[in-house]
């Protein structure tokens, strides 16, 4: 069948609204007509070559649209009519890996302390969901004043600016020693070293953002053989059939409002996307096809 998507040829070319066939759907596949679509920073970390997909390439993952053809055996590729379709396509990454991972691979008790570096809409994910979990002490970390006022808005017990206080030593002021878990949002080398730093013995750093291909990181080793643990995390660690009905049902509560993290943009307007969400302006940018 034939279809029109945009298409990024080659590291660091444009998106190119082009012409595409693709199969009918074999097993376990489903045709659906994409209504609304998040824009994700692994889409532009794709396209500048930091990450490993082959193109040329359709990118774009956080979708959500209508079913129109089924393959066999496909029995739960629904949500719930009621949730406006431009909502449910960010869920499919990077809202939802936040949140997940402090939600399943962390999971803090009573009283524990999370520090969040990075508050754009993965960190902004992971604040809503530890103020959903048993956390006392909830710290983001971030350069900019507006982000952090929306960590505060959202569950964030305290915040520091990290490019007008010493962070680490911040973090050990307000945990009294060193943080239980840190969720590394950034993919900022500098910033991932300074999270396992931030963790004291038997604490969790959790690494969510993606640094360029081939990127590498070091450790104090005998504070790390003591205990701490350094752990990869991907789309929340669920599936999506578990996560995204889970988070829609805390958002309808009033307990998850990820929506006010969203804004709206024409598809024929990507670039003017793809530049507010590069320059801070949006937390989450959300292409609509009319």
Not at 42 to 71: C, F, R, S, W, Y
Not at 134 to 150: M, P
Not at 155 to 180: P, Q, Y
Not at 247 to 269: H, Q, S
């Amino acid at each position: 069948m034939d279809i029109h998507a945009y298409v990024v040829n080659h590291v660091d070319a444009p998106f190119r609204w082009e012409e595409l066939t693709v199969d009918e759907p074999g097993p376990g596949e489903a045709v659906v007509k994409i209504v609304a679509t998040g824009l994700c920073h692994t889409d532009l970390n794709t396209q500048a070559g930091n990450m490993p997909l082959p193109l040329p390439g359709v990118l774009g993952h956080e979708g959500a649209g209508i079913v129109t053809k089924i393959g066999a055996g496909v029995e739960n590729v629904v949500v719930d009519e009621s949730v406006p379709l431009e909502l449910a396509g960010p869920l499919a990454c990077g809202i939802t890996t936040g949140a997940g991972a402090v939600l399943n691979t962390a999971n803090p008790g009573p009283g524990e302390s999370v520090v969040v570096y990075g508050v754009g809409a993965v960190g902004l994910g992971a604040i809503m969901a530890a103020r959903n979990s048993a956390a006392a002490t909830i710290i983001a970390v971030d350069l900019h004043d507006s982000r952090l006022e929306l960590a505060q808005r959202y569950g964030a017990t305290h915040v520091i600016n990290s490019g007008k206080e010493d962070s680490l030593e911040r973090i050990r002021e307000i945990t009294g020693g060193a943080a239980d878990y840190a969720i590394e949002c950034t993919g900022v080398i500098a910033v991932l070293e300074e999270a396992i730093e931030a963790i004291g013995m038997l604490g969790t750093c959790l690494l969510i953002g993606g640094a360029p291909t081939d990127a590498r990181f070091s450790a104090d080793h005998m504070r790390t053989l003591f205990g701490k643990r350094i752990v990869g995390t991907l789309g929340g660690s669920r599936t999506s059939q578990e996560m995204i009905p889970a988070l829609l049902a805390l958002w309808k509560v009033g307990r998850f409002p990820f929506d006010e993290l969203v804004r709206t943009y024409p598809m024929a307007e990507i670039e003017q996307t793809i530049r507010d969400t590069r320059s801070g302006e949006v937390i989450k940018a959300v292409l609509i096809l009319e």
